[in-house]
């Protein structure tokens, strides 16, 4: 019998995650997913009987966005908003589930996504995209963007290895939590924001 050299489903996401690094480190900002240990810690600040509509900034591989879709409710949405069309790819072809909207864009057009998939509001938004190695302009577009479409008794989980990105949280939103997971290559700062 002949054995099969293709990967497994879970080494070609690394291998796509690594080769994406070297090509693009600025866009990722790490040679690995999040850890195990990371997801849980942000996934566990969100109320998930009143998440209707969660919105996710650089999906990646998906390490984050399968974990989101297996604690959703039946009838949520989750819109993952990818600037990697390789990543883009692998997704779509990865998970099949009704409730996932992949887009190919940049987390600056939310505010266009949202209303073009005739959605008002977002009850989440979790992000890992790599503040410090967007221009201060964008990043400021961003978080703009993001707290004007939160629900009001919504929030921002943001994951990150700096601290970059907390002025910007700390002028658009009233409350900015911070917690560090250590068990994480490398240890990540999570910042929970709230209107």
């Known amino acids: 019998m002949i054995q099969s ?20 480190p600025a866009l990722l900002g790490s040679l690995v997913p999040s850890s195990s240990f990371l997801v849980n810690s942000v996934l566990d600040r969100v109320n998930w009987d009143r998440a209707g509509v969660i919105v996710e900034y650089g999906p990646g591989v998906g390490t984050m966005t399968e974990k989101i879709l297996e604690r959703m409710r039946p009838d949520a949405l989750l819109i993952a908003i990818e600037l990697n069309l390789e990543f883009v790819d692998f997704l779509s072809k990865k998970i099949d589930d009704p409730r996932l909207r992949i887009v190919h864009s940049s987390a600056s057009g939310v505010r266009d996504i949202l209303a073009a998939l005739s959605l008002g509001r977002a009850d989440y938004v979790i992000s890992g995209i790599p503040y410090s190695s967007i221009a201060h302009p964008l990043r400021r577009e961003i978080v703009k963007q993001t707290r004007e479409l939160l629900h009001p008794d919504g929030a921002l989980l943001v994951y990150q290895f700096t601290k970059t990105v907390l002025p910007y949280l700390e002028s658009h939103f009233a409350s900015v939590k911070q917690n560090v997971q250590l068990l994480n290559i490398l240890p990540a700062r999570i910042f929970y924001c709230t209107p």
Do not use: E, I, Q, Y
């Not at 990967?7 to 090509?23: D, E, K, Q, T, Y």
């Open 5 to 24: 050299s293709k990967p497994a489903p879970g080494a070609s996401a690394m291998l796509l995650f690594a080769r994406n690094f070297f090509r693009h």
